[in-house]
T-cell receptor
Framework: GQQLNQSPQSMFIQEGEDVSMNCTSS?????WLWYKQDPGEGPVLLIA?????ELTSNGRLTAQFGITRKDSFLNISASIPSDVGIYFCAGGETSGSRLTFGEGTQLTVNP | NAGVTQTPKFQVLKTGQSMTLQCAQD?????MYWYRQDPGMGLRLIYY???????DKGEVPNGYNVSRLNKREFSLRLESAAPSQTSVYFCASPRQGNTGELFFGEGSRLTVL
């Protein structure tokens, strides 16, 4: 099946720093989504991307759908302690199809 | 904030025991999914149900069975638990309209000794 490579696996940063993470695939996806999972909770959608080249922001978060449709990145600006958690990318082959998830990026923010 | 509700939140089993994880959604969605989450492996699809009365295998179905009891409820059963099934299990339901957005439950943490 489809596989997504998400990097980095973990990040340790200081409060106020910017963060960048990305996902790549050997196959094309037509939908890219980014989720965050707080400790002890289920993942929650942060940003959804539906068009190649699309750049979308949600507060301090910005995500882009790569032109090749094989990658996506997520940036977090001016990190704060509550940004701690696991961030997952997910790709969908067609609108409404089942998602393939990346391995996750564990983010730790030191105050 | 209901959405997707899972029970139990925690369970410890001995090898060979059976148990059922329950999931209910109050969003009137057609589809429901079961995932397992293991460190460094993301979320892997076990089984899914596209509509009431239908179920299909996902990426890692071996050792599991499911039942779509009605539109609201989708249960996951382990008939003979194995240590390899120690994991966190998530039930999810996609938003109607093919956006790809999934709503997740809070998870069920299962340990098999």
């Amino acid at each position: 099946g489809q596989q997504l490579n998400q990097s980095p696996q973990s990040m340790f940063i200081q409060e106020g720093e910017d963060v960048s993470m990305n996902c790549t695939s050997s196959s094309i996806f037509n939908t890219w989504l980014w989720y965050k999972q707080d400790p002890g909770e289920g993942p929650v959608l942060l940003i959804a991307l539906y068009k190649a080249g699309e750049l979308t922001s949600n507060g301090r978060l910005t995500a882009q759908f790569g032109i090749t449709r094989k990658d996506s990145f997520l940036n977090i600006s001016a990190s704060i302690p509550s940004d701690v958690g696991i961030y997952f990318c997910a790709g969908g082959e067609t609108s409404g199809s089942r998602l393939t998830f990346g391995e996750g990026t564990q983010l730790t923010v030191n105050p | 904030n209901a959405g997707v509700t899972q029970t139990p939140k925690f369970q410890v089993l001995k090898t060979g025991q059976s148990m059922t994880l329950q999931c209910a959604q109050d969003m009137n969605h057609n589809s429901m999914y079961w995932y397992r989450q293991d460190p460094g492996m993301g979320l892997r699809l076990i089984y899914y149900s596209a509509s009431e009365g239908t179920t299909d295998k996902g990426e890692v179905p071996n050792g599991y069975n499911v039942s779509r009891l009605n539109k609201r409820e989708f249960s996951l059963r382990l008939e003979s638990a194995a240590p390899s099934q120690t994991s966190v299990y998530f039930c999810a339901s996609p938003r109607q309209g093919n956006t790809g957005e999934l709503f997740f439950g809070e998870g069920s943490r299962l340990t098999v000794l």
